[in-house]
């Protein structure tokens, strides 16, 4: 940075200092972190640092990816609704975001009066009901018609109590009105290893942990949760062809700041992410990988926030899942 960049810097953080509103219009002046509730890799923090490049170029700042796993990414979103609303920390929001004030219970912070919604970056549904190929079913219907014949004898994997393939094996007892026992592992990918070794005979997990043991026969895979196939596994049909189209597991990653982060700065960011989400290099990185890329205005996407909690807390409720 020559003398010139270090004055007109120093000059604008002095405004900013002064005035919110000239830290708004000059926004941003330094590197924007970026928190994610998970360890480095897949998830939130792939859908992050997918457009992190090219989102450091749109707003002429680095863009830094801060990971901090823990609490069921309650760490770091607690530490964004305590940062400074000055839009220089900001939380990649997932799933867990959405079902955390059911699973968790009492929070440290409140999920929608402690954050603005920024935008939206993508959605997907990439969660798979297997079993084990030497089970007697092909479909859908013929694992209810087992579980009705055989009550309380089946058992189903997930990576873990309140994750999406937990709810979603919950969802679909619910649905089904039939009794498959849940069997919580540390991950999916030792869910998935539990039912290719038989250890447990059915599962529910993501398309991509899944797509190799498919294609290879060491797994069966009866549907997907979702609207429309997966061109990721084209032949997987989904559950509303199989009659149950409640069972969707759909979900949403954006960008939140924290409550009060100044009108201009939230749209300068939305701005900033709609532009990358246009780019044809971004669009092609997340759909290769199954994601459905969103975008819209801060609105759209606190009212997609508001609209899941609202679908989410029911089915938490009534299936009665809280985390362990």
Known sequence: MNTRQQLRRAILLAACSATGI??????????????????????ADGIIRAIAPELSEALGQPVIIDNRPGGGTVIATQAVANSKADGYTMYVMDHAFIVNPVLVGKLPYDSLRDFTAVGGISSSSTTLAVVHPSL????????VALARANPGKLNFASGGSGTVPHIMGELFNAVTKIKITHIPYKSTGLAIYAVTSGETMVGWGGIFAAKGLVDTNKLRALAIAAAARSDVMPQVPTFVEAGWPQIDATSHR?????????REVVLRMNAAINKVLLMPAV?????DVGYVVTGGSPEDFGRVIKTEMEKWSKVLHDANIKAE
């Not at 007697?136 to 694992?143: A, E, G, I």
């Not at 954006?254 to 100044?262: E, V």
């Not at 669009?283 to 759909?287: D, E, H, L, S, V």
């Open 22 to 43: 000239a830290c708004a219009q000059n926004y941003p002046t330094q590197p924007v972190r970026m928190l994610v509730g998970y360890a480095a890799g897949g998830g």
């Open 136 to 143: 007697p079913v092909k479909s859908v219907k013929d694992l």
């Open 283 to 287: 669009r092609a990185r997340m759909t």
């Open 254 to 262: 954006g960008i939140l700041a924290p409550a009060g982060t100044p």
